[in-house]
């Protein structure tokens, strides 16, 4: 059975059904098949395996090969030919540089699937007017795009009567944002954007205008990405939400924390404000120092773990982000998996060891 197949399998169930043991089986098992696969395929990921010597029968989750996300701004890696390639996804390059993200067809109906799957969950089936916080521009070349425009494709299906509230500039076109409002006052809304952009283009702008609105209590809001800016403002989740309530009367606000190096496994924030990793993805938290995997309710740098790439060897992922994990299969809001929150970004004075930006 591929790994189609084994996905697809559970796709009859919701995407948090798994318990611990249940979820360990069914990764470690595709994780293997994927290794091997990379191995063969991507001379990149062989020459980094090969260099730090990893095991070859790992029977844990925290003894797989992880890549430090800096290897995806510097090297072209991708495990299949250059003739199957699909799309080509490019990080945001805040800090100058860029991942690029190597897609063919399966793996970018894959994710689609998945992305789909996670999201119906919270959002439900119906497509419903969708405001997104964000200018129509972006979307410009469809075949290059990076992780905020990903974001809308991805979250574009679940929407209709779209309505782009920035204009090229990245200003709010207030008349008719104020006019959508009201098209759609006896309707639920969804709203999808930035968190940067919301915060600083919507939430800002609104407030600035002394405008607020009462939505459909139905209404809510998916963001994700942009948090480092809002943390070097001191800015909470919850002033965050406050703030958005102030102006929208918005409840159903959800976080999502995803990067564009794995498109898909999204983890999504529940009820109870944690971070969740669904069936088709998994988290470790690594010391800052050593590498070791912490206990719970410790904080060290963020290991993701998805099972959805196969065009590129990114089912591993070392990332810069401090988190720390609360617990598995417990939350107060009933889904299983493990749970988290996101800290913040280790400073780039910190980064060293495995996560040092070497060609492979």
């Not at 063969?40 to 010597?53: A, K, S, T």
């Not at 952009?197 to 609104?206: D, H």
């Not at 943390?231 to 918005?250: A, G, P, W």
Request: net charge negative; hydrophobic share 35%.
């Amino acid at each position: 059975m591929d790994i189609n197949e084994r996905v697809d399998n559970l796709f009859f169930e919701n995407p948090y059904s798994l318990n611990k043991s249940e979820k360990r089986a069914f990764i470690l098992d595709i994780l293997g098949d994927l290794h091997i696969h990379h191995s063969i395929n991507c001379e990149g990921y062989r020459r980094f395996v090969e260099f730090f010597d990893y095991r070859e029968d790992f029977v844990e989750l925290s003894e797989y090969p992880y890549l430090p996300v800096r290897l995806f701004k510097n090297n072209n890696l991708l495990s299949i030919s250059k003739e199957h390639l699909f799309k080509t996804l490019n990080s945001s390059g805040t800090t100058g540089s860029v991942s690029k993200i190597y897609l063919n067809k399966a793996t970018a109906s894959r994710q689609s699937k998945v992305l789909n799957k996670i999201s119906s969950f919270f959002i439900g089936n119906k497509r419903i007017p969708m405001c997104i916080i964000d200018s129509k521009e972006l979307l410009q070349d469809r075949t290059k795009f990076n992780a905020r425009a990903a974001g809308i494709i991805g979250y574009s299906v679940f929407g209709r009567d779209h309505f782009y509230c920035l204009d090229q500039n990245l200003d709010l076109k207030v008349e008719e944002f104020i006019a959508f409002i009201k098209k759609y006052e006896d309707e639920p809304i969804f709203f999808f954007g930035f968190t940067f952009l919301i915060w600083s283009k919507l939430i800002e702008r609104l407030e600035e205008l002394d405008f607020s609105f009462v939505v459909h209590p139905d209404s809510l809001m998916i963001h994700g990405g942009g948090w480092k800016k809002l943390v070097d403002l001191n800015i909470s989740n919850e002033t965050f939400k406050k703030r958005l309530n102030d102006q929208l009367k918005l409840v159903y606000v959800y976080n999502y924390y995803g990067m564009i190096e794995q498109v898909g496994s999204v983890f999504m924030e529940c009820s109870a404000g944690m971070l969740h990793a669904s069936n088709y993805s998994d988290i470790l938290i690594r010391d800052k120092s050593d590498y070791a995997v912490l206990d719970h309710g410790k904080e060290g740098l963020i290991q993701v773990i998805s099972i959805l790439p196969t065009s590129y060897p990114g089912n591993s992922i070392l990332t810069e982000d401090v988190g720390v994990l609360y617990g598995e299969d417990d939350c107060s809001c009933g889904l299983n998996g493990k749970y988290f929150k996101v800290n913040g970004r280790l400073p780039q004075a910190e980064l060293r060891g495995c996560s040092d930006t070497r060609k492979v």
